[in-house]
Protein backbone atom coordinates (compact mmCIF):
# COMPACT_ATOMS: atom_id res chain seq x y z
CA UNK A 1 0.00 0.00 0.00
CA UNK A 2 3.37 2.28 0.32
CA UNK A 3 2.53 3.11 -3.47
CA UNK A 4 -0.57 5.26 -2.38
CA UNK A 5 1.84 7.98 -0.81
CA UNK A 6 5.03 7.48 -3.27
CA UNK A 7 2.24 8.54 -6.05
CA UNK A 8 1.14 12.19 -4.39
CA UNK A 9 4.93 13.18 -3.23
CA UNK A 10 5.50 16.52 -3.53
CA UNK A 11 1.88 17.61 -3.28
CA UNK A 12 0.01 20.59 -5.87
CA UNK A 13 2.80 22.58 -7.68
CA UNK A 14 2.08 26.26 -7.01
CA UNK A 15 4.46 28.77 -7.59
CA UNK A 16 6.56 29.72 -5.14
CA UNK A 17 6.25 32.80 -2.88
CA UNK A 18 4.13 34.68 -5.09
CA UNK A 19 1.75 35.89 -1.93
CA UNK A 20 4.32 35.01 0.74
CA UNK A 21 6.55 38.17 -0.47
CA UNK A 22 3.55 40.22 1.17
CA UNK A 23 2.91 37.68 4.50
CA UNK A 24 -1.13 38.55 5.24
CA UNK A 25 -2.10 37.13 8.57
CA UNK A 26 -5.46 36.13 7.99
CA UNK A 27 -6.83 33.69 4.99
CA UNK A 28 -6.81 34.98 1.55
CA UNK A 29 -9.62 33.65 -0.73
CA UNK A 30 -8.81 34.84 -4.20
CA UNK A 31 -5.16 33.87 -3.80
CA UNK A 32 -5.86 30.60 -2.89
CA UNK A 33 -8.28 29.86 -5.39
CA UNK A 34 -6.47 31.04 -7.63
CA UNK A 35 -3.66 28.74 -6.91
CA UNK A 36 -6.07 26.26 -5.56
CA UNK A 37 -8.96 26.13 -7.61
CA UNK A 38 -8.58 22.66 -8.57
CA UNK A 39 -6.86 19.52 -6.21
CA UNK A 40 -4.93 17.04 -9.14
CA UNK A 41 -4.13 14.19 -6.32
CA UNK A 42 -7.63 13.84 -4.80
CA UNK A 43 -7.66 10.77 -6.00
CA UNK A 44 -4.54 9.55 -4.39
CA UNK A 45 -5.30 11.56 -1.06
CA UNK A 46 -8.30 9.43 -0.96
CA UNK A 47 -5.83 6.51 -1.45
CA UNK A 48 -3.68 7.23 0.93
CA UNK A 49 -6.60 7.86 3.60
CA UNK A 50 -8.48 4.68 3.07
CA UNK A 51 -4.94 2.69 3.61
CA UNK A 52 -3.97 4.49 7.08
CA UNK A 53 -8.11 3.81 7.75
CA UNK A 54 -7.57 0.42 7.00
CA UNK A 55 -4.07 0.15 9.15
CA UNK A 56 -5.66 1.59 12.04
CA UNK A 57 -8.93 -0.59 12.12
CA UNK A 58 -6.54 -3.83 11.45
CA UNK A 59 -3.26 -2.63 13.30
CA UNK A 60 -3.88 0.27 15.96
CA UNK A 61 -7.41 -0.36 17.67
CA UNK A 62 -6.62 -4.13 18.12
CA UNK A 63 -3.88 -3.18 20.28
CA UNK A 64 -5.42 -0.24 22.25
CA UNK A 65 -5.45 -2.22 25.58
CA UNK A 66 -1.96 -3.78 25.06
CA UNK A 67 -0.56 -0.49 24.67
CA UNK A 68 -2.16 1.49 27.49
CA UNK A 69 -0.75 -1.91 29.67
CA UNK A 70 2.75 -0.64 28.27
CA UNK A 71 3.65 -3.04 25.88
CA UNK A 72 6.36 -1.48 24.60
CA UNK A 73 7.34 -4.25 22.10
CA UNK A 74 3.60 -4.19 20.58
CA UNK A 75 3.91 0.14 20.29
CA UNK A 76 7.73 -0.29 18.44
CA UNK A 77 6.07 -3.12 16.05
CA UNK A 78 3.46 -0.16 15.03
CA UNK A 79 6.32 2.16 14.77
CA UNK A 80 7.90 -0.30 12.38
CA UNK A 81 4.37 -1.29 10.18
CA UNK A 82 3.98 2.61 9.83
CA UNK A 83 7.32 3.00 8.61
CA UNK A 84 6.90 0.49 6.27
CA UNK A 85 3.87 2.28 5.08
CA UNK A 86 6.25 5.22 4.42
CA UNK A 87 4.33 7.22 7.09
CA UNK A 88 6.97 8.06 8.96
CA UNK A 89 8.95 9.76 6.56
CA UNK A 90 6.42 11.69 5.17
CA UNK A 91 8.11 15.23 5.84
CA UNK A 92 11.64 13.68 5.42
CA UNK A 93 13.99 14.37 2.22
CA UNK A 94 14.31 11.36 -0.24
CA UNK A 95 18.00 11.37 0.11
CA UNK A 96 17.42 9.91 3.85
CA UNK A 97 14.68 7.57 2.76
CA UNK A 98 11.66 9.92 3.32
CA UNK A 99 8.73 10.61 0.70
CA UNK A 100 9.07 14.58 0.89
CA UNK A 101 6.00 15.55 0.70
CA UNK A 102 4.11 18.55 1.95
CA UNK A 103 2.30 19.47 5.12
CA UNK A 104 -1.08 19.25 3.60
CA UNK A 105 -0.39 15.45 2.76
CA UNK A 106 1.16 15.41 6.81
CA UNK A 107 -1.79 16.66 7.64
CA UNK A 108 -3.79 13.86 6.43
CA UNK A 109 -1.92 11.43 7.45
CA UNK A 110 -2.05 12.80 11.12
CA UNK A 111 -5.65 13.65 10.95
CA UNK A 112 -6.57 9.50 9.73
CA UNK A 113 -4.03 8.47 12.00
CA UNK A 114 -5.97 10.47 15.08
CA UNK A 115 -8.32 7.71 14.95
CA UNK A 116 -5.56 5.73 16.37
CA UNK A 117 -5.79 6.57 20.30
CA UNK A 118 -2.87 6.94 21.88
CA UNK A 119 -0.79 6.10 19.77
CA UNK A 120 -1.52 8.85 17.75
CA UNK A 121 0.18 10.35 20.37
CA UNK A 122 3.59 8.55 20.17
CA UNK A 123 3.07 8.70 15.92
CA UNK A 124 2.86 12.82 15.87
CA UNK A 125 5.25 13.46 18.84
CA UNK A 126 7.99 10.99 16.67
CA UNK A 127 7.12 12.28 12.77
CA UNK A 128 7.26 15.25 14.70
CA UNK A 129 9.24 17.13 17.30
CA UNK A 130 11.35 13.84 17.27
CA UNK A 131 11.91 13.65 14.12
CA UNK A 132 11.71 17.48 11.97
CA UNK A 133 14.60 18.63 14.24
CA UNK A 134 16.92 17.16 12.58
CA UNK A 135 15.72 17.44 8.93
CA UNK A 136 15.72 21.04 9.81
CA UNK A 137 18.51 21.97 11.59
CA UNK A 138 20.11 18.99 11.37
CA UNK A 139 23.89 18.64 9.73
CA UNK A 140 24.28 15.97 6.97
CA UNK A 141 26.61 13.88 9.22
CA UNK A 142 23.43 13.89 11.65
CA UNK A 143 20.73 13.60 8.77
CA UNK A 144 23.04 10.14 7.22
CA UNK A 145 23.09 8.70 11.16
CA UNK A 146 19.45 9.71 12.24
CA UNK A 147 16.61 9.95 9.60
CA UNK A 148 17.35 6.57 7.85
CA UNK A 149 16.52 5.00 11.09
CA UNK A 150 13.54 7.33 12.09
CA UNK A 151 11.78 6.89 8.85
CA UNK A 152 11.87 2.92 9.00
CA UNK A 153 10.90 3.20 12.99
CA UNK A 154 13.87 1.18 13.27
CA UNK A 155 14.51 4.10 16.03
CA UNK A 156 11.53 5.83 17.22
CA UNK A 157 12.04 9.64 18.59
CA UNK A 158 11.33 12.09 21.18
CA UNK A 159 11.68 15.56 22.33
CA UNK A 160 12.80 17.05 25.81
CA UNK A 161 12.05 20.27 26.57
CA UNK A 162 9.75 20.07 29.57
CA UNK A 163 10.58 20.31 33.41
CA UNK A 164 9.70 20.64 36.68
CA UNK A 165 9.60 24.14 36.99
CA UNK A 166 9.71 25.22 33.19
CA UNK A 167 6.16 24.33 31.30
CA UNK A 168 4.54 27.13 29.92
CA UNK A 169 7.72 28.92 30.67
CA UNK A 170 9.99 26.33 28.76
CA UNK A 171 12.90 27.83 27.45
CA UNK A 172 14.37 28.86 31.07
CA UNK A 173 15.86 25.11 31.82
CA UNK A 174 17.69 24.04 34.55
CA UNK A 175 18.84 21.01 32.59
CA UNK A 176 23.01 22.20 32.09
CA UNK A 177 25.52 21.41 29.99
CA UNK A 178 29.10 22.25 30.74
CA UNK A 179 31.55 22.50 28.08
CA UNK A 180 34.90 19.71 28.73
CA UNK A 181 37.93 19.08 26.62
CA UNK A 182 36.06 16.89 24.99
CA UNK A 183 32.77 18.14 24.30
CA UNK A 184 30.04 18.24 27.35
CA UNK A 185 28.40 17.17 30.09
CA UNK A 186 25.06 17.03 30.49
CA UNK A 187 22.87 17.15 33.73
CA UNK A 188 19.19 17.72 34.39
CA UNK A 189 15.99 15.91 34.63
CA UNK A 190 13.30 16.47 31.74
CA UNK A 191 9.73 15.89 32.68
CA UNK A 192 6.38 13.94 31.07
CA UNK A 193 8.99 12.59 27.98
CA UNK A 194 6.52 11.35 25.17
CA UNK A 195 8.15 8.34 23.85
CA UNK A 196 10.63 7.97 26.96
CA UNK A 197 10.44 4.75 27.18
CA UNK A 198 10.37 3.49 23.32
CA UNK A 199 12.73 5.75 21.98
CA UNK A 200 16.43 5.25 21.02
CA UNK A 201 17.17 9.32 20.33
CA UNK A 202 15.96 12.24 22.12
CA UNK A 203 16.49 16.14 21.20
CA UNK A 204 17.40 17.67 25.02
CA UNK A 205 17.05 21.49 25.43
CA UNK A 206 20.15 22.49 28.12
CA UNK A 207 21.09 25.56 29.32
CA UNK A 208 25.36 26.75 28.49
CA UNK A 209 26.80 29.61 29.32
CA UNK A 210 25.89 31.29 25.90
CA UNK A 211 22.69 30.61 26.29
CA UNK A 212 19.61 27.44 25.70
CA UNK A 213 21.13 24.81 23.51
CA UNK A 214 19.84 21.69 22.02
CA UNK A 215 21.46 18.80 22.54
CA UNK A 216 21.02 15.05 20.70
CA UNK A 217 20.98 12.28 23.36
CA UNK A 218 21.10 8.29 22.68
CA UNK A 219 19.07 6.24 24.80
CA UNK A 220 22.56 4.25 25.55
CA UNK A 221 24.48 6.98 26.38
CA UNK A 222 26.29 6.41 30.31
CA UNK A 223 24.31 8.79 32.65
CA UNK A 224 20.90 8.08 30.54
CA UNK A 225 17.88 6.48 32.53
CA UNK A 226 14.26 6.97 32.58
CA UNK A 227 12.08 7.35 35.12
CA UNK A 228 8.83 5.22 35.86
CA UNK A 229 5.88 5.75 33.45
CA UNK A 230 3.02 8.64 34.68
CA UNK A 231 0.01 7.79 35.71
CA UNK A 232 -2.44 9.89 33.67
CA UNK A 233 -5.74 10.39 33.23
CA UNK A 234 -5.82 9.84 29.01
CA UNK A 235 -3.51 8.52 26.31
CA UNK A 236 -2.59 5.84 28.65
CA UNK A 237 -0.90 3.86 25.58
CA UNK A 238 2.10 6.59 25.06
CA UNK A 239 4.93 6.22 27.17
CA UNK A 240 5.23 9.02 29.70
CA UNK A 241 8.38 9.23 32.36
CA UNK A 242 11.34 11.60 33.26
CA UNK A 243 14.06 11.36 31.18
CA UNK A 244 17.06 11.58 33.99
CA UNK A 245 20.23 12.91 33.03
CA UNK A 246 23.56 12.51 35.27
CA UNK A 247 26.73 13.64 33.89
CA UNK A 248 25.94 12.53 30.67
CA UNK A 249 29.07 12.65 28.11
CA UNK A 250 28.49 14.30 25.13
CA UNK A 251 30.60 15.38 21.94
CA UNK A 252 30.99 18.80 19.97
CA UNK A 253 28.92 16.32 17.24
CA UNK A 254 25.88 16.32 19.28
CA UNK A 255 25.01 19.52 18.93
CA UNK A 256 21.68 20.31 16.82
CA UNK A 257 21.82 23.45 15.19
CA UNK A 258 24.17 26.06 16.89
CA UNK A 259 25.16 26.24 20.39
CA UNK A 260 23.11 29.37 22.40
CA UNK A 261 20.55 28.74 19.69
CA UNK A 262 18.19 26.17 20.97
CA UNK A 263 15.44 28.33 21.36
CA UNK A 264 15.24 28.74 17.41
CA UNK A 265 14.82 25.60 17.35
CA UNK A 266 12.49 25.15 19.93
CA UNK A 267 10.22 27.32 18.43
CA UNK A 268 10.01 26.96 15.00
CA UNK A 269 9.19 23.05 15.39
CA UNK A 270 6.74 23.57 18.13
CA UNK A 271 5.18 25.71 15.48
CA UNK A 272 4.95 22.58 13.19
CA UNK A 273 3.73 20.37 16.31
CA UNK A 274 0.80 22.95 17.24
CA UNK A 275 -0.25 22.30 13.25
CA UNK A 276 0.09 18.51 13.69
CA UNK A 277 -1.97 18.39 16.59
CA UNK A 278 -5.04 20.14 15.37
CA UNK A 279 -4.95 17.59 12.25
CA UNK A 280 -4.67 14.77 14.75
CA UNK A 281 -7.39 16.57 16.80
CA UNK A 282 -9.89 16.77 13.81
CA UNK A 283 -9.52 13.24 13.04
CA UNK A 284 -10.47 12.36 16.55
CA UNK A 285 -13.16 14.51 16.18
CA UNK A 286 -14.64 12.62 13.34
CA UNK A 287 -14.17 9.74 14.67
CA UNK A 288 -16.17 11.05 17.69
CA UNK A 289 -19.27 12.39 15.43
CA UNK A 290 -19.40 9.04 13.72
CA UNK A 291 -19.63 6.92 16.66
CA UNK A 292 -22.79 9.43 18.40
CA UNK A 293 -24.76 8.84 15.11
CA UNK A 294 -24.11 5.22 15.21
CA UNK A 295 -24.94 5.04 18.56
CA UNK A 296 -27.58 7.39 18.01
CA UNK A 297 -29.61 5.25 15.64
CA UNK A 298 -29.55 2.12 17.29
CA UNK A 299 -30.47 3.62 20.94
CA UNK A 300 -34.04 3.94 21.08
CA UNK A 301 -36.53 6.04 23.73
CA UNK A 302 -39.99 6.46 23.83
CA UNK A 303 -40.27 3.76 21.25
CA UNK A 304 -38.13 5.43 18.75
CA UNK A 305 -34.17 6.16 17.65
CA UNK A 306 -33.05 8.90 19.88
CA UNK A 307 -31.21 10.37 16.44
CA UNK A 308 -35.09 11.84 15.35
CA UNK A 309 -35.05 14.07 18.24
CA UNK A 310 -34.34 17.39 17.49
CA UNK A 311 -31.84 17.79 20.35
CA UNK A 312 -29.74 15.52 19.45
CA UNK A 313 -29.98 16.80 15.99
CA UNK A 314 -28.82 19.71 16.74
CA UNK A 315 -26.35 18.60 19.43
CA UNK A 316 -24.65 16.47 15.88
CA UNK A 317 -25.00 19.65 13.77
CA UNK A 318 -23.09 21.77 16.22
CA UNK A 319 -19.97 18.98 16.56
CA UNK A 320 -20.01 19.27 12.22
CA UNK A 321 -20.00 22.95 12.58
CA UNK A 322 -16.76 22.36 15.08
CA UNK A 323 -15.05 20.12 12.90
CA UNK A 324 -16.03 22.33 9.51
CA UNK A 325 -14.07 24.99 11.17
CA UNK A 326 -11.03 23.72 12.75
CA UNK A 327 -11.19 21.92 9.36
CA UNK A 328 -11.03 24.44 7.09
CA UNK A 329 -8.68 26.45 9.19
CA UNK A 330 -6.41 23.92 9.29
CA UNK A 331 -6.00 22.48 5.51
CA UNK A 332 -5.84 25.88 4.69
CA UNK A 333 -2.91 26.79 7.00
CA UNK A 334 -0.80 23.79 5.29
CA UNK A 335 -1.70 24.58 1.54
CA UNK A 336 0.06 28.13 2.19
CA UNK A 337 2.81 26.28 4.56
CA UNK A 338 3.30 24.06 0.98
CA UNK A 339 3.60 27.72 -1.00
CA UNK A 340 6.78 28.18 1.00
CA UNK A 341 10.14 27.49 -0.82
CA UNK A 342 11.06 24.20 1.09
CA UNK A 343 14.77 25.34 0.98
CA UNK A 344 15.70 24.48 4.94
CA UNK A 345 16.70 28.35 5.56
CA UNK A 346 14.28 29.85 3.44
CA UNK A 347 11.41 27.90 5.34
CA UNK A 348 12.57 27.98 8.88
CA UNK A 349 12.73 32.22 7.96
CA UNK A 350 8.95 32.28 7.12
CA UNK A 351 8.21 29.56 9.63
CA UNK A 352 7.83 32.80 12.57
CA UNK A 353 4.78 34.37 10.26
CA UNK A 354 2.72 31.42 10.93
CA UNK A 355 3.52 31.40 14.73
CA UNK A 356 0.07 33.08 15.11
CA UNK A 357 -1.78 30.58 12.73
CA UNK A 358 -0.18 27.56 13.98
CA UNK A 359 -1.64 28.51 17.25
CA UNK A 360 -4.82 29.31 16.19
CA UNK A 361 -5.39 25.81 14.74
CA UNK A 362 -3.72 24.23 18.20
CA UNK A 363 -6.55 26.16 19.76
CA UNK A 364 -9.27 25.30 17.54
CA UNK A 365 -8.87 21.69 17.36
CA UNK A 366 -8.26 20.95 20.70
CA UNK A 367 -11.60 22.69 21.90
CA UNK A 368 -13.58 21.61 19.07
CA UNK A 369 -12.40 17.83 19.98
CA UNK A 370 -13.46 18.91 23.80
CA UNK A 371 -16.47 19.73 22.66
CA UNK A 372 -17.51 17.07 20.05
CA UNK A 373 -16.66 14.28 22.04
CA UNK A 374 -18.11 15.64 25.31
CA UNK A 375 -21.46 16.06 23.28
CA UNK A 376 -20.89 12.42 22.00
CA UNK A 377 -20.62 10.97 25.63
CA UNK A 378 -23.58 13.06 26.10
CA UNK A 379 -25.33 11.15 23.06
CA UNK A 380 -24.50 8.24 25.07
CA UNK A 381 -26.34 8.61 28.42
CA UNK A 382 -24.79 6.57 31.05
CA UNK A 383 -23.59 4.45 28.65
CA UNK A 384 -20.80 6.90 27.87
CA UNK A 385 -19.45 6.57 31.13
CA UNK A 386 -18.90 3.31 31.04
CA UNK A 387 -15.64 1.93 29.62
CA UNK A 388 -16.61 -0.62 27.39
CA UNK A 389 -18.03 2.15 24.66
CA UNK A 390 -15.32 3.86 22.85
CA UNK A 391 -16.38 7.37 23.57
CA UNK A 392 -15.22 6.74 27.18
CA UNK A 393 -11.42 6.86 26.56
CA UNK A 394 -11.85 9.34 23.42
CA UNK A 395 -13.07 11.50 26.16
CA UNK A 396 -10.02 11.05 28.38
CA UNK A 397 -7.42 11.00 25.73
CA UNK A 398 -9.21 14.78 24.62
CA UNK A 399 -8.41 16.29 27.70
CA UNK A 400 -4.78 16.87 26.95
CA UNK A 401 -4.77 18.92 24.01
CA UNK A 402 -5.10 21.84 25.72
CA UNK A 403 -2.77 21.31 27.81
CA UNK A 404 0.32 19.95 26.06
CA UNK A 405 2.24 21.72 22.65
CA UNK A 406 1.75 24.61 24.57
CA UNK A 407 -1.14 25.30 27.03
CA UNK A 408 -4.03 27.00 24.83
CA UNK A 409 -3.95 29.99 27.41
CA UNK A 410 0.04 30.15 25.73
CA UNK A 411 -0.97 29.68 22.68
CA UNK A 412 -3.69 32.35 22.81
CA UNK A 413 -1.06 35.09 24.16
CA UNK A 414 1.09 34.05 21.18
CA UNK A 415 -1.58 34.92 18.66
CA UNK A 416 -2.66 38.05 20.26
CA UNK A 417 1.48 39.20 20.33
CA UNK A 418 2.66 37.60 16.92
CA UNK A 419 -0.60 39.63 15.15
CA UNK A 420 0.58 42.67 17.01
CA UNK A 421 4.04 42.28 16.15
CA UNK A 422 2.88 42.32 12.47
CA UNK A 423 0.46 44.86 12.69
CA UNK A 424 2.36 47.43 14.26
CA UNK A 425 4.83 46.82 11.51
CA UNK A 426 1.94 47.50 8.37
CA UNK A 427 -0.96 47.95 9.05
CA UNK A 428 -2.27 46.81 6.40
CA UNK A 429 -2.15 42.73 7.15
CA UNK A 430 -5.54 43.82 8.40
CA UNK A 431 -7.24 44.07 4.82
CA UNK A 432 -10.19 46.82 4.49
CA UNK A 433 -13.61 45.30 5.65
CA UNK A 434 -15.26 46.91 2.62
CA UNK A 435 -13.37 43.90 0.53
CA UNK A 436 -15.58 41.21 2.08
CA UNK A 437 -17.98 39.82 -0.01
CA UNK A 438 -19.41 37.27 3.22
CA UNK A 439 -21.62 40.09 5.51
CA UNK A 440 -20.37 38.51 8.68
CA UNK A 441 -16.98 38.50 7.67
CA UNK A 442 -16.87 42.74 6.36
CA UNK A 443 -18.77 43.26 10.04
CA UNK A 444 -16.21 41.34 11.86
CA UNK A 445 -13.42 43.05 10.33
CA UNK A 446 -15.06 46.01 11.32
CA UNK A 447 -15.16 45.13 14.76
CA UNK A 448 -11.96 44.70 14.89
CA UNK A 449 -10.64 47.51 13.50
CA UNK A 450 -12.52 49.14 16.56
CA UNK A 451 -10.24 46.87 18.40
CA UNK A 452 -6.83 47.91 17.08
CA UNK A 453 -8.08 52.07 17.23
CA UNK A 454 -8.57 51.37 21.21
CA UNK A 455 -5.28 49.41 21.31
CA UNK A 456 -3.58 52.29 19.71
CA UNK A 457 -4.34 54.86 22.72
CA UNK A 458 -3.35 51.85 25.28
CA UNK A 459 0.24 52.17 25.44
CA UNK A 460 2.94 49.39 25.14
CA UNK A 461 1.00 46.74 23.05
CA UNK A 462 3.90 44.11 23.91
CA UNK A 463 3.24 45.30 28.06
CA UNK A 464 -0.58 44.55 27.87
CA UNK A 465 -2.84 43.09 30.27
CA UNK A 466 -3.49 39.89 29.42
CA UNK A 467 -7.33 40.51 29.63
CA UNK A 468 -6.95 42.13 26.80
CA UNK A 469 -4.74 40.03 24.47
CA UNK A 470 -7.04 37.44 25.20
CA UNK A 471 -9.93 38.89 24.10
CA UNK A 472 -8.01 40.13 21.16
CA UNK A 473 -6.79 36.41 20.12
CA UNK A 474 -10.59 35.19 21.18
CA UNK A 475 -11.44 38.05 17.95
CA UNK A 476 -8.71 36.93 15.46
CA UNK A 477 -9.08 32.95 15.91
CA UNK A 478 -12.95 33.59 15.00
CA UNK A 479 -11.71 36.13 12.01
CA UNK A 480 -9.06 33.67 11.03
CA UNK A 481 -12.13 30.20 11.16
CA UNK A 482 -14.88 32.33 9.22
CA UNK A 483 -12.37 33.27 6.53
CA UNK A 484 -10.80 29.96 6.10
CA UNK A 485 -14.53 28.29 5.91
CA UNK A 486 -16.10 31.01 3.13
CA UNK A 487 -12.38 29.43 1.02
CA UNK A 488 -13.40 25.91 1.93
CA UNK A 489 -16.89 26.16 0.90
CA UNK A 490 -15.79 28.46 -1.99
CA UNK A 491 -13.52 25.37 -3.51
CA UNK A 492 -15.68 22.67 -2.60
CA UNK A 493 -18.97 24.23 -3.65
CA UNK A 494 -21.28 21.82 -2.65
CA UNK A 495 -24.45 21.93 -0.35
CA UNK A 496 -23.23 21.29 3.10
CA UNK A 497 -20.38 23.27 3.23
CA UNK A 498 -22.36 26.36 1.88
CA UNK A 499 -24.49 25.70 4.84
CA UNK A 500 -22.09 25.16 7.58
CA UNK A 501 -19.98 28.18 6.34
CA UNK A 502 -23.04 30.28 6.92
CA UNK A 503 -23.83 28.80 9.95
CA UNK A 504 -20.60 29.02 11.08
CA UNK A 505 -20.01 32.68 10.27
CA UNK A 506 -23.89 33.83 11.76
CA UNK A 507 -22.48 32.33 15.22
CA UNK A 508 -19.22 33.20 15.33
CA UNK A 509 -20.07 36.86 14.34
CA UNK A 510 -22.20 36.76 17.23
CA UNK A 511 -19.11 35.61 19.66
CA UNK A 512 -17.02 38.55 18.04
CA UNK A 513 -19.85 41.39 18.84
CA UNK A 514 -19.57 40.11 22.28
CA UNK A 515 -15.78 40.29 22.69
CA UNK A 516 -15.64 43.39 20.78
CA UNK A 517 -18.06 45.17 23.21
CA UNK A 518 -16.50 43.26 26.39
CA UNK A 519 -13.01 44.67 25.07
CA UNK A 520 -14.24 48.57 24.28
CA UNK A 521 -16.38 48.62 27.56
CA UNK A 522 -13.61 47.54 29.84
CA UNK A 523 -10.75 50.01 28.76
CA UNK A 524 -10.11 52.23 31.84
CA UNK A 525 -10.70 55.74 31.84
CA UNK A 526 -13.31 55.12 28.49
CA UNK A 527 -13.94 57.95 25.91
CA UNK A 528 -17.30 58.85 24.41
CA UNK A 529 -15.70 57.69 21.24
CA UNK A 530 -15.71 54.00 23.08
CA UNK A 531 -19.14 54.20 23.97
CA UNK A 532 -20.77 55.34 20.90
CA UNK A 533 -18.56 52.88 19.16
CA UNK A 534 -20.61 50.32 21.19
CA UNK A 535 -23.67 51.78 20.75
CA UNK A 536 -22.75 51.51 16.80
CA UNK A 537 -21.93 47.53 16.97
CA UNK A 538 -25.43 46.83 18.68
CA UNK A 539 -26.74 48.97 15.58
CA UNK A 540 -24.96 46.80 12.84
CA UNK A 541 -27.54 46.14 10.12
CA UNK A 542 -26.87 42.30 10.05
CA UNK A 543 -29.16 40.01 9.04
CA UNK A 544 -29.57 36.94 10.67
CA UNK A 545 -31.34 33.64 8.93
CA UNK A 546 -33.14 30.85 10.51
CA UNK A 547 -30.04 28.88 11.77
CA UNK A 548 -32.49 26.55 13.33
CA UNK A 549 -33.53 24.97 10.00
CA UNK A 550 -30.00 25.38 8.19
CA UNK A 551 -28.58 22.95 11.33
CA UNK A 552 -31.60 20.70 10.45
CA UNK A 553 -30.58 20.06 7.14
CA UNK A 554 -26.92 19.92 8.40
CA UNK A 555 -27.80 17.44 10.57
CA UNK A 556 -29.84 15.44 8.07
CA UNK A 557 -26.63 15.41 6.13
CA UNK A 558 -24.64 13.72 8.80
CA UNK A 559 -27.00 11.07 9.62
CA UNK A 560 -27.33 10.22 6.16
CA UNK A 561 -23.29 9.87 5.78
CA UNK A 562 -22.98 8.37 9.11
CA UNK A 563 -20.86 11.47 9.89
CA UNK A 564 -19.04 14.44 9.01
Given at each position: ???????????????????????????????????????????????????????????????????????????????????????????????????????????????????????????????????????????????????????????????ALTEPD???????????????????????????????????????????????????????????????????????????????????????????????????????????????????NIGTSK???????????????????????????????????????????????????????????????????????????????????????????????????????????IYRDAR?????????????????????????????????????????????????????????????????????????????????????????????????????????????????????????????????????????????????????????????????????
Amino acid sequence: MKFAIIYIKGGITVEKLSFHDKYSVFPNKQHFLQQHSANPFAEEEELLASMIDKFVEEQVTPNLDKLEAHDYDVARELFRATGELGLLGAEVPEAYGGLEMGKRTAGIIAEKLGYGGSFSVSFNIHTGVGTLPFVYFGTEKQKARYLPKLVSGEWIGAYALTEPDAGSDALSPKTIAKKTESGWVLNGEKQWITNAHIAQVYVVFANTIEGITAFIVERDQPGVSIGPEEKKLGIKGSSTATLILEDVPLVNDAILGEVGKGHKIALNILNLARLKLAFANIGTSKQALRIAVEYGKERKQFKQAIIHFEMVQEKLANMALEIYGAESAAYYTASMLDELDQDTEEILERLSDYAMACSINKVKASEALDYVIDEAVQIHGGYGYMQEYEVERIYRDARINRIFEGTNEINRLTTAKAFLKQYTKDSSVVPPAENEENMFIRYANQLLRYVLNALSEMGNLQQMNQFYLHRIALILEDIYLMKAAEIKAASEKNSLAAQLTDVLCEETFRRIENHTTMFLASIPAKSEQYEEQISDIRSLPVTYSNVFAKKQAIAKEIIDHNGY
